[in-house]
């Protein structure tokens, strides 16, 4: 299969490489929300690689019923032009792989909480939802007529 003039499995081959790269160079902030995770004992994927229009790597990947991308942005995420590929990258996720993608600094994400983390993990699920969908959990009764 060939995307441009690259093929999948070159991709493939760079992608398995550069997330060897990242994960030897795990970040304190990283590992603040990896613990996190644990102890929300949420399913995740570090360093998750995607092939989508390119390559495409995200921090965390929170398969489903989440299907959200967490991003630990530090300083050099918040120049021009990493901004847009940010934006870009977050854009191609939500529409090819139905993914949303939560942002958070560094700072912002050594303070987080684990309580605090499953409230923006809840808000962002949720957010997804279509207006007007009611979800009933096994047991309710759904009143509304």
Request: overall charge positive; some cysteine.
């Amino acid at each position: 299969m060939t995307m441009g003039n690259t093929t999948f499995s070159s991709l493939q081959r760079h992608l398995s490489g550069r997330k060897r790269q990242l994960r030897a160079k795990v970040t304190l902030h990283e590992n603040h929300i990896r613990t996190l995770l644990d102890a929300l004992e949420v399913r995740y994927i570090f360093q998750k690689g995607f092939i989508c229009r390119g390559m495409q790597i995200v921090d965390f990947y929170l398969p489903k019923p989440w299907r959200i991308a967490i991003e630990i942005d530090g300083p050099n995420h918040y120049q021009a032009k990493q901004k847009a590929k940010d934006e870009e990258r977050d854009r191609l996720l939500k529409t090819f792989r139905k993914t949303d993608t939560i942002r958070i600094s560094n700072p912002s994400a050594i303070e987080l909480t684990s309580g605090q983390l499953l409230s923006l993990l809840t808000a962002t699920k949720e957010a997804r939802q279509p207006r007007g969908q009611r979800i009933v959990k096994y047991g309710q009764q759904d009143n509304a007529r």
